[in-house]
């Protein structure tokens, strides 16, 4: 059974920067893409970023685009999410998907069979 593990969250102010990471135990070209989701109080899931394992495509909710990179290093298994300009409204508990399915840029949870446990980010204003 696949494990994904995020770390990196944590407390950061309004304008500030974290980088977010989720190590995957197996290859990450067992997979299709690699996303990041993140749920915060009251809100629905969104997902913020996505990257595709055959070439590195990435993509992005208009939320976060320009602010936000998604970055993998195959060596070690691990897919990066690089937040800078951070907002109040960015807080939330970030998770990592895995995707076994084609459907390149999907940011619909139901496509991601694989979670992490997730890592909480507050942005203080």
């Known amino acids: 059974q696949v494990q994904l593990v995020e770390s990196g969250g944590g407390l950061v102010q309004s304008g500030g920067s974290l980088r977010l990471s989720c190590s995957v135990s197996?290859?990450?070209?067992?997979?299709?893409?690699i996303a990041w989701f993140r749920k915060a109080p009251g809100k629905e899931r969104e997902g913020v970023a996505c990257i595709e394992m055959s070439d590195a495509s990435e993509y992005y909710s208009n939320s976060v685009k320009g602010r936000f990179t998604i970055s993998r290093d195959s060596a070690k298994n691990t897919v990066y999410l690089q937040m800078y300009s951070l907002k109040p409204e960015d807080s939330a508990v970030y998770y990592c998907?895995?995707?076994?399915?084609?459907?390149?840029?999907?940011?619909?949870?139901?496509?991601?069979?694989?979670w992490g446990q997730g890592t909480q980010v507050t942005v203080s204003s």
């Open positions: 998907a895995a995707r076994s399915i084609p459907a390149e840029g999907s940011f619909s949870g139901s496509d991601y069979y694989y």
């Open positions: 197996e290859s990450l070209y067992d997979y299709y893409g």
